[in-house]
């Protein structure tokens, strides 16, 4: 009885280990993640800048 408790508590142990590091995998992939988002939100920032001022230009060029 005492055996078969502790080869429980190893198990529960090892499971609880398996889904800590899993959790924490899972959280830096998110973070990770969120860091690609804000880059690709900032690049898409920068190109519309740079579409709305070719914009401005080619409508000054285009009424000479």
Known sequence: MVA???RQMERLQTQSDNSSRASRSLELR???L???LELAR???GNT???YEGYKV???FVTSL
Request: glycine residues 0%.
């Open 4 to 6: 078969e408790n502790h």
């Open 48 to 50: 519309v800048s740079e």
């Open 57 to 59: 230009l080619r409508k």
């Open 34 to 36: 969120e860091h690609d």
């Open 30 to 32: 998110v973070q990770s």
């Open 42 to 44: 900032l690049e898409l």
